[in-house]
């Protein structure tokens, strides 16, 4: 009787050891080739783009000029390294449109990069600036920014 048990035991045991053992399917085959590379932030033109406005109901000079520059900011730079700047001259009525792209040879994913923006009159005395510096490239910041700049006095 006891071996009648055991095996009345044992076998549904093994059975069900066995409906729970976990298969490795097949790998599915992807479409890209081993020699196709997948780009990596060495390897591609990091790009930040936006508006700059003002809260300021005046209109902007007509010789007025657009000065925006991607620091990089991080403890290891003494001196902050301008990695991107772009001139956006006679820009019109705000809010003024960028796009600035930064080299990647530029880029250092363990950096932290900030945008500054300034608008300045012909003669080069600036008129606007950005208060604050907005994070941009790295650790998860924003890529489409809204920069807004005070008059300066």
């Known amino acids: 009787m006891a071996v009648e048990f055991r095996i009345l035991f044992v076998i549904p045991l ?21 020699t196709t590379q997948t780009p990596t ?20 000079p007509p010789d007025a000029v657009v000065r925006i520059e991607i620091i990089d900011v991080s403890e290891r730079v003494r ?7 772009q001139t956006i001259k006679n820009p019109g009525a705000v809010p003024i449109k960028f796009q600035i792209s930064c080299p990647p040879d530029r880029i250092d994913p363990n950096h932290q990069y900030r945008l500054l923006a ?5 003669s080069g005395k600036a008129l606007f600036t950005s208060s604050k ?16 700049v005070d008059q300066t006095r």
Do not use: M
């Open 79 to 85: 001196d902050f390294v301008v990695v991107a700047e």
């Open 118 to 122: 300034r608008i300045e009159d012909s």
């Open 41 to 60: 932030a060495q390897t591609v033109e990091t790009e930040v783009s936006g508006t700059i406005t003002y809260r300021q109901k005046i209109a902007l």
């Open 133 to 148: 510096a907005y994070p941009v490239i790295s650790k998860g910041s924003a890529s489409n920014l809204e920069v807004i």
């Open 14 to 34: 093994l059975l069900l050891l066995h409906a729970c053992q976990v298969s490795n399917p097949e790998p599915v085959p992807t479409t890209q080739s081993p």
